[in-house]
């Protein structure tokens, strides 16, 4: 009886195991231009399912290895446009981008900063 429970346990492991997906990299552009554009893009993919994110400041390119069975890439992008920053597919809001510090305003377009 105590090896078919074993058995049973092993069994349900590998099962759970095998169901969970594995990490995925992905590369791709967001934009900003400081190290407080870093910080603030990195902090908004501080979340569940996101395993590390990092942005080089002088590519734009953003690296970022994720659970795709907890989040989506699209979400990825979503979480990175509500921090005020644009990237390959998601465009940030417009009021979420007027509020960043003037350092990292990368649009090319007349905007002011509104405080």
Known sequence: M???????LAIFSLMAFSSAKKPVIVKFKVFGNCPQCKER???A???KGVKS???NVDTKIIEVVYSPDKITIEKIHQLIA???HDTEKTKAPDKVYLKLPDCCMYRDNDFTHHD
């Open 82 to 84: 509500d921090c005020g």
């Open 53 to 55: 994110a990092d942005w």
């Open 41 to 43: 893009i990195e902090t």
């Open 2 to 8: 105590k090896n078919i429970i074993v058995l049973l």
């Open 45 to 47: 993919l501080d979340v």
